[in-house]
């Protein structure tokens, strides 16, 4: 789909130019599309702030109703932050990251 469409459309449209040593930060929410005029090595690093599980959990509910596929498993990720607090014995996190994992398995 071309910038002109999306525009009309009432999307909003952001170009940038990344130079060499530079990081692009993405916000939750947010598509991205990406157009090498050349050549072109590059790296992605996802990650996410406690903040952004909730927005996470949402979209991975909102992408299993709609049987779409996803690029990452939520529950593996839930249940490697469940993992890893059982060991601190951090209980308001097990409730919640169980509570989360009992609710996209019955979605």
Known sequence: ISPEVLCRAGVKVHRTV???GQ??????AAFV???????SVSETVHFATPQW????????KELKCR???RSFSM???LYQIAMSESKRENG???????SLLKD???V
Do not use: D, H
């Not at 990081?23 to 939750?28: A, E, G, L, Q, T």
């Not at 599980?53 to 991975?60: H, I, K």
């Open 67 to 69: 049987r779409i596929e």
């Open 18 to 20: 990344q130079q060499s």
């Open 75 to 77: 529950e593996k990720l």
């Open 33 to 39: 599309s990406k157009v090498c005029c050349g050549y």
């Open 53 to 60: 599980l909730n927005t996470g959990y949402q979209a991975a």
């Open 23 to 28: 990081f692009v930060v993405c916000f939750p």
């Open 92 to 98: 308001v996190i097990l409730s919640t990251m169980t």
């Open 104 to 106: 996209l398995r019955w």
